[in-house]
């Protein structure tokens, strides 16, 4: 089993739509989470950290369920720009563990 | 500041040859990190170091070696490339702080090993 799992998507949607990503991870002496997102051949960068009360970040929000061990990413009102991979990360003592990514593609 | 630099960007090796990958941060980081990415399984961790001359393993690190003589260079090497390290290459780099751990992102090395 993957230490983090996501769905692969692809997701393709209107601009202007909701959009949401789950994602689960195994072990449970993680100790931080986040979201990063990663453009076409480009380095993965850090969209937001994930809390356990939930954060939000303009038209982003994300959720953390310890019990449950499930991260979520809520995008509203999707843009053309927000077309990417969404990588679910999770933090081990000196390491970042990553999802393998799902793929957002905003259509007009 | 020029972030994370690596080099070079692109490298065709034919199977058996060796290189080393550069990997250079200007942001005064302890930590910095290779992984490398395949389509379809994520970045994996392949070495880590925790500060100047210290390394560490992670999660696949046969056939690579990495070295940390001074605390901005992380150097990536392969002594003998075969075909399944074609890959893309990413270093990275942190600071040691407890539980928040943001990462920064070269932009990527693309190997292809024929």
């Known amino acids: 089993r993957k230490e983090v799992e996501q769905d692969p998507g692809p997701f393709n949607v209107p601009e202007g739509a909701t959009v949401a990503f789950n994602c689960t991870y195994s072990?449970?002496?993680?100790?931080?989470f986040f979201w990063y997102r990663q453009d076409c051949r480009k380095e993965p960068k850090l969209l937001m950290s994930?809390?356990?009360s939930g954060n939000e970040d303009g038209r982003f929000t994300a959720q953390l369920n310890r019990a449950s061990q499930y991260i979520s990413l809520l995008i509203r009102d999707s843009k053309l720009s927000d077309s990417a991979t969404y990588l679910c990360?999770?933090?081990?003592?000196?390491?970042?563990?990553f999802g393998a990514g799902t793929r957002l593609a905003v259509h007009p | 500041n020029a972030g994370v630099t690596q080099t070079p960007k692109f490298r065709v090796l034919k199977t058996g040859q060796s290189m080393t990958l550069l990997c250079a941060q200007d942001?005064?980081?302890?930590?910095m990190y290779w992984y490398r990415q395949d389509p379809g399984m994520g970045l994996r961790l392949i070495h880590y170091?925790?500060?100047?001359?210290?390394?560490a393993k992670g999660e696949v690190p046969d056939g690579y070696n990495v070295s940390r003589l001074k605390k901005q260079n992380f150097l990536l090497g392969l002594e003998s490339a075969a075909p399944s390290q074609t890959s893309v290459y990413f270093c990275?780099?942190?600071?040691?702080?407890?539980?928040?751990?943001?990462?920064?992102f070269g932009p990527g090395t693309r190997l292809t090993v024929l």
């Open positions: 990275a780099s942190s600071r040691p702080t407890s539980g928040y751990n943001e990462q920064f």
């Open positions: 072990n449970s002496a993680s100790q931080s």
């Open positions: 994930v809390y356990s």
């Open positions: 990360v999770v933090n081990l003592v000196d390491k970042l563990i």
């Open positions: 942001m005064n980081h302890e930590y």
């Open positions: 170091s925790v500060g100047e001359g210290t390394t």
